[in-house]
């Protein structure tokens, strides 16, 4: 274990690794092992193992993959918030898929690095979560500031038309979509199929007149159409 205070003078920084492949697990845990005020508590190699871990230790950050078997990182960065709201997550991946990174926010996450960054930068980004700073790659936060322009453009052209009527059981579904349920979870809990939601879902966008779930809550927000709590 690296000796030495945390950046705040106290104790080191408790992390876990969640990561499916063995071998950058171990890297990772060497590189930070050495480094002063970062202490690694543990690993996890899918991502019920990672929440069942945090619950246990208690770490002050978890570094998530967003590829896990078992459990996803994204599903598992939602139970670890829930749980242990203190946590700062920081998603650690290779994906840079846009879906990935906002999935990833609406989970709590507090970073998202994609793996092109060099290993010996991560305890650097683990020191910034820390300190309340939020990470995202640049190639992501060039994509993400590209959406959310795109959503605020569309949003005033809209303006000055009134709100599509949903359904009261769209209504229900972009509720759900909203608390970050999949498709899966959202029929389980209305008792309806999974194609079924996905029909609704595809409604949704086309009467709200957008692309992605993502634009489908953030519109619903902005609007009033639901208040997510």
């Known amino acids: 274990m690296a000796e030495g205070q945390g950046i705040m003078g106290g104790e080191a920084i408790r992390v876990l690794i969640a990561d499916d492949h063995a071998l950058f697990r171990r890297g990772l845990n060497m590189v ?22 945090a619950e246990e230790l208690a770490p002050d950050v978890v ?27 920081l998603m650690l991946t290779v994906s840079d898929e846009e879906e990935d990174l906002y999935e990833a926010i609406k989970a709590g996450a507090n970073g998202y690095l994609l793996k092109e960054i060099s290993i010996e930068e991560v305890a650097d980004a683990i020191r910034a979560v ?31 038309f009134p709100a599509p009527r949903l359904t009261e059981r769209e209504m229900e579904v972009l509720k759900l979509v909203a608390q970050g349920m999949s498709n899966k ?13 996905k029909n609704h879902v595809r409604n949704i966008l086309e009467k709200l007149h957008l692309h992605s779930r993502m634009e489908a809550v953030v519109y619903a927000v ?6 997510i709590r």
């Open 130 to 160: 820390v300190q309340g700073q939020s990470l995202i790659s640049p190639s992501m936060a060039s994509k993400l500031l590209t959406e959310f322009n795109d959503l605020v453009k569309r949003a005033e052209e809209k303006q000055q």
């Open 185 to 197: 979870e959202i029929g389980d809990k209305l008792f309806i199929s999974e194609n079924t939601v």
């Open 32 to 53: 930070l092992e050495s480094e002063e005020g970062i202490d690694v508590v543990a690993e996890a190699e899918d991502g019920e193992d990672a929440v069942a871990k």
């Open 63 to 89: 570094l998530m993959d967003v590829r896990m078997p078992r459990l996803g990182g994204i599903e598992a960065a939602r139970a670890v918030r829930d749980s242990l709201p203190s946590a700062k997550i």
């Open 222 to 227: 902005r609007e009033k159409l639901l208040d």
